[in-house]
């Protein structure tokens, strides 16, 4: 699969990363009137991205060492 197989699961991962990332911020601080920059706000933020990134990125992974 090579370079193709590993962006298949790369680059949609990684752009629901940064979405998410981003909604859950705003989301806070709009809800609940934090601070978009304080560490909780980006420590909730980047767990919740990467937990939905992982959703996409771990299934692909385990495609792609399986066909190879």
Do not use: N
């Not at 991962?13 to 940064?18: D, G, H, L, V």
């Not at 980006?42 to 990134?53: F, G, L, M, Q």
């Amino acid at each position: 699969l090579g370079v193709g197989g590993a962006l298949a699961g790369t680059v949609p991962a990684a752009a629901i990363y940064f979405a998410v990332d981003e909604l859950v911020k705003g989301w806070l601080e709009h809800s609940f009137d934090f601070d978009r920059g304080s560490a909780g706000v980006r420590i909730a933020a980047s767990t919740t991205a990467a937990a939905a990134s992982a959703c996409i990125r771990v299934p692909s992974d385990v495609i792609k060492h399986r066909v190879q």
